[in-house]
């Protein structure tokens, strides 16, 4: 086809799809014929072809390629779908004023509609989220929750090369700075042409409000400062979390922690995550009711769940952050040796992971102790996945982990297939990875040839998931571990 034929088709969808104003077409076709070093548009070219949106973007996307207006890798094709895309964007200014004034009619049409056209500019990577592999599975806390990730394109050794010579840029100083909004990008930085941020005036300064383009989950929004600050864990973040979850009633939010090993892979910017969805914390078994005594707006309870969680509810949002504070600051200086807890040694260990949601007018706020130290034979943390289940999970358990649901990485889609082989006795056990080879053999001991066989390692996928998040929860769900718990929350004396 050609460019003029590609922009006509372009154009035409992006009027159909409602993304474009039948009186900004002419400037978004010459928009257009610029980006691709083109002067004539001939109108010969129109044709009625209806097709979706992002298979004409892909089109021109490969005119690109093939015409040597860009090079053929990766970032330069991501950018150059941004630049694309971004011509049918609004202007930060008047997108933050529909959103708002949609906000002012109902707080779900306005999310709806941001997220809607998120999708629909391409920032939101749908094509990719959907080759991610999700399944669940039943375990003595519930049902966890599990997604091989599949949507984050692998760049290949050349562009590895060519990213590692190009000198360092400080602009944006992250990926979560707002001066990501509009920001062309390079082999390096994420293409965000076609990027938009929220504006919110909270209490404690102004945040922004965006999509993760890799969504999670349902709705995954980021919630993040306007300053490059890094994260801390206190009075003013609990205060940030609930006036988050009053202006989105519909959305949860939650911070990760704030120190190394047990936070999640920015401490350099604060931010928090967000969005619609129940996870399986959420709904996990309530063990223990926590008398309250100088609060009496406030609930406190603790959970069946590996990882150590206070709950506390009121709807009275003062007492509220008075009771989570009194937690926190306690929780940072304790001391609990019979369970292997120490605050601090040459440097602070304990903080907490915090999520705040609605429950009608109450507010719910769940902090989850944690804590970073590590010894010579755990070095990567006392309280993070022990060795034996490397294999499947080895990085920090963040906030989506703590809530029960496990990102985990594209390899082991192939490893699964290879542990499937050997289950079925098609290939010997020296085929499957090394650090597979003992689950492997103890999966076949179990294995009876009436169950499914992917549902089988699906299962011990969980199981081992249940076992990262008991690794990494302070006080263990035995006799003595919850006395700990309970010992420790009776000394912050609510
Ligand atoms: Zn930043």
Known sequence: MSI?????????????????????????????????????????AESGDRRPLLD??????????????????????????????????????????????????????????????????????????????????????????????LSKPEKDPVEIAKAKSMPQVNYPKCALCMENEGYR?????????????????LDNGLYGFQYSPYLYYN????????????????LKCFDNLLEIIEIFPHYFVGSNA?????????????????????????????????AVNHHDEVECELLKWPMSVIRLRSADKDQLLDAANQILQAWRQYDDPDNDIYAETDQPHNTVTPIARRKGEQFELDLVLRNNRTTEELPLGIFHPHPDVHHIKKENIGLIEVMGLAILPPRLLAEVETIKQYLLGEVALDEVKVYHQTWAESLKADYADDVEVSDFIQQGIVKKFERVLEDAGVYKQTEQGLTGLKQFIESVDL
């Open 4 to 44: 003029s034929q590609l922009i006509y088709g372009f154009i035409h969808q992006a009027v159909d799809d409602q993304l474009l104003e039948a009186i900004d077409e002419l400037y978004v076709r010459n928009r257009l014929l610029a980006l691709f070093n083109q002067s004539e548009y001939r109108d010969e």
């Open 56 to 149: 004409w973007l892909d089109d021109l996307v490969e005119y690109g390629v093939t015409h040597q207006i860009i090079d053929d890798t990766q970032s330069d094709r991501d950018i150059l779908e941004a630049s694309v895309m971004d011509l049918l964007m609004p202007k930060p200014s008047d997108l933050n004023h529909e959103f708002w004034h949609l906000y002012a009619e109902n707080p779900e049409v306005a999310t709806d509609y941001f997220y809607q056209l998120s999708k629909q500019s391409n920032y939101i990577k749908t094509r990719e989220i959907a080759k991610n592999v999700a399944f669940t599975g039943e375990t003595k806390y519930g049902n966890l929750q599990i997604t091989i990730n």
């Open 185 to 201: 990008g390079h082999i390096n930085h994420a293409a965000r042409q076609n990027h938009r941020i929220i504006r919110m005036d």
């Open 219 to 234: 709705e995954h929004s980021i919630f993040l400062s306007d300053k490059h600050e890094p994260m801390v864990i206190d």
């Open 258 to 290: 704030d120190l190394p090993g047990v936070g999640g892979s920015i401490l350099t910017h604060d931010h928090y995550q967000g969005g619609r969805q129940v996870f399986p914390m959420d709904q996990a078994e309530v063990i223990d009711v926590v």
